[in-house]
């Protein structure tokens, strides 16, 4: 049986930082060409508690039959990555992408949280977006 995740949809990434009651990483700015995402919190069927190590959250945006997704969770211990992902030089954070050739698939290991970029765009524009997160904090915190 397949786990199915709840999804609650939230107005913005600030609505994201304060319902999971801290930081995300999120892009500084959406590709222009992209529809703007749905931010969404993905939370586990049996278990309301946005505090979950299962909880995590996606932006997901689809324009003219084209997906890009940003998806995160928080980093686990002893969780296992894709493999063939290969190291991207001289980048901010720890950046994995998949090889030349394949569908992207990048993954930024920024404080405490994995965030992955995939989707049905060319690979320049999901290395972009994973180039520009940034963390938007929880208000009142």
């Known amino acids: 049986m397949a786990f199915q995740y709840r999804e609650e949809r939230l107005a913005s990434e600030l609505d994201l930082a304060n319902r999971l009651g801290e930081p995300v990483w999120v892009p500084a700015q959406w590709p222009v060409d992209l529809n703007p995402p749905e931010y969404i919190l993905m939370l586990p069927p049996t278990d309301s508690d946005a505090h979950d190590l299962r909880s995590h959250y996606q932006l997901r945006s689809i324009t003219d039959g ?43 290991r920024a404080p405490a949280w994995d965030v992955h970029v995939t989707g049905s765009v060319t690979p320049d524009m999901a290395l972009a977006v994973a180039r520009s997160l940034v963390q938007v904090s929880v208000t009142g915190h």
């Open 66 to 108: 084209h997906l890009l997704l940003v998806s995160s969770h928080r980093r686990r211990q002893g969780e296992h990555l894709e493999s063939g992902l290969l190291p991207v030089e001289r980048e901010r954070f720890v950046t994995l992408t998949r090889p030349a050739g394949q569908p992207p698939h990048i993954v930024v």
